[in-house]
């Protein structure tokens, strides 16, 4: 029996060196903190905490379908924009 608590006590003692998934769970970023810094890297002016942050912490899915939401956004965007200027102009 000693060789098993033995074992145990080795298995038990190794759970504490490393990160515990939980920890970081929480400091995960939310979806403000996702959209934040889309916006905030599309016009280039994240700081550096943040970027730490979302290198650290975040997964790179939500930062990449933020991102393709956001391109296609301003994209349409731009769209309505021209042919806004156009119909005003005349020139459709």
Do not use: H
Not at 13 to 41: C, F, M, N, Y
Request: charge should be positive; avoid cysteine.
């Amino acid at each position: 029996m000693s060789g098993d608590s033995e074992m145990f006590a080795k298995i038990s003692k190794g759970r504490g060196d490393g990160p515990r998934q939980d920890q970081d769970e929480t400091k995960r970023p939310g979806v403000l903190a996702v959209i934040q810094s889309t916006l905030a890297a599309a016009f280039g002016v994240q700081s550096q905490k943040a970027r730490e942050r979302d290198f650290k912490y975040g997964r790179p899915l939500p930062y990449i379908i933020a991102g393709t939401i956001f391109t296609v956004a301003f994209i349409l965007l731009l769209v309505l924009i021209v042919r806004l200027v156009l119909s005003s102009a005349g020139l459709d």
